[in-house]
């Protein structure tokens, strides 16, 4: 069945002045059958700072994509069986249903959930999953800095730097801004990986000198010496520690009582339509 299409074209003139004036809501600036397009539908997608032209080619493509839309529905609606337009019918129906509760219960949500998560809370569900928590990964605990091969007192910072008592880290962090690079927090596991890619003095002929527990290790290049002591080192397949894996359990918990919480709200908003008598089921 052929359909009839009129649209407007007074793009040219949109966009002069007199467009930002008020207009009539019923003024429409396209129409496909008994559908209509008005210039405020065109003002709410149109893109903030354009220049006139670019108004104008936006505003026509806008205009045709809406009446090839249009048009395509409604043909869909003349020639498609009416078991399939009762099909797509329930399944918009659906689709909005599912959008409007969805937005509504994620509101609650965000208005009644607790993400907090103790340490107790975190150790608890750690220890009874352990066995879900083995590594892909090699992992370290190490400090390294890089520093000019050249100075002058570097037996005394490579002493400090082994030893690391309090007094050695401190004067260390004070001349810090001397080094190229560094990392003195030695108590936070790291990817192997990343610290190789970090430091390229680091080949994989000599990867494996961070998979030594206690090892020190010296590597030079040119961009100078690295110092890299190993405290700790957990390989792959092994329990991941609480504290690399924390953030992915407090995840878990999180998700875990967003189900439970949107589980009760639904079952007390029934509960409280029943109650006064918005929800009834007859026998």
């Known amino acids: 069945m052929k359909k009839s299409i009129y649209i407007v074209l007074l793009v040219s003139v949109l966009w002069s002045c007199d467009y930002f004036k008020p207009v009539q809501e019923d003024e429409a600036i396209a129409r496909v059958e008994d559908a209509f397009l008005y210039h405020k539908d065109l003002k709410k997608v149109l893109p903030e700072n354009l220049n006139a032209p670019d108004s104008t080619i ?35 129906q659906q689709y909005k249903s599912d959008l409007y509760s969805k937005a509504y219960l994620e509101a609650l949500v965000s208005k009644n959930l607790d993400t907090t998560v103790s340490n107790q809370e975190a150790t608890i569900y750690y220890d009874i999953n352990k066995d879900a928590f083995k590594l892909n990964e090699d992992l370290i605990k190490f400090r390294y800095i890089n520093l000019d091969a050249n100075r002058l007192d570097l037996d005394d910072v490579k002493t400090k730097f082994k030893r690391f008592n309090i007094e050695d880290k401190k004067e260390l962090d004070s001349i810090s801004i001397q080094f190229k690079t560094y990392s003195l927090k030695d108590s936070v596991w790291i990817r192997v990986d990343q610290v190789i890619n970090k430091i390229a003095a680091v080949q994989p002929e000599n990867r494996n000198e961070l998979l030594k527990k206690s090892n020190f290790i010296q590597l030079k290049d040119s961009l100078g010496l690295y110092l890299m002591q190993i405290n700790d080192v957990l390989l792959r397949n092994e329990t991941a520690p609480l504290e690399y894996v924390r953030p992915t359990i407090n995840q878990i918990v999180i998700n875990k009582r967003k189900l439970e919480l949107i589980k009760q709200l639904e079952k007390d908003i029934t509960k409280d339509a029943i109650k006064n008598k918005q929800f009834e089921i007859y026998n």
């Open 58 to 92: 936006f505003a026509n493509n806008f205009i045709n994509r809406w009446a090839t839309q249009q048009l395509l529905v409604q043909n869909a609606q003349v020639n498609l069986s009416d078991s399939k337009l009762e099909k797509f019918d329930r399944l918009i």
